[in-house]
């Protein structure tokens, strides 16, 4: 990858989800890569940009608190989402 090639094409994002599944044996419901990139979309959008990837940390730490099955994760997720889609409007 070249410096100018930062920006992944859909396949690529695939491709990479695949190989951090094999390398950490998950499964395809354990790496909702759209779920996730609404997830930096909203808080982005709602709080900053470079908050996008703390928070997808942080939604991780949760939903592994929480058990770690996919449904922790959305669960986890929404929280987050629906806290930067708020953020600000108070």
């Known amino acids: ?3 100018n ?9 695939d491709d990479w989800a695949a190989e951090l599944r094999e390398r950490f044996d998950l499964a395809e419901e354990d ?3 759209a779920l996730i990139l609404d997830l ?3 808080v982005a959008n709602g709080v900053a940009r470079p908050a996008a990837p703390f928070s997808a940390f942080v ?9 770690g099955s996919p449904d ?4 986890a997720v929404s ?4 806290l930067a889609l708020a953020h600000g409007r108070d």
Do not use: C, K, N
Request: charged share 25%; proline share 11%; net charge neutral.
């Open 40 to 42: 930096a979309r909203d």
């Open 5 to 13: 090639d930062r920006t992944l094409p859909p396949e690529a994002l």
């Open 72 to 75: 922790d994760v959305r669960a």
């Open 79 to 82: 929280a987050i989402s629906q």
């Open 59 to 67: 939604a991780g730490l949760v939903a592994g608190r929480a058990g």
């Open 31 to 33: 790496v909702p890569i």
């Open 1 to 3: 990858m070249t410096p």
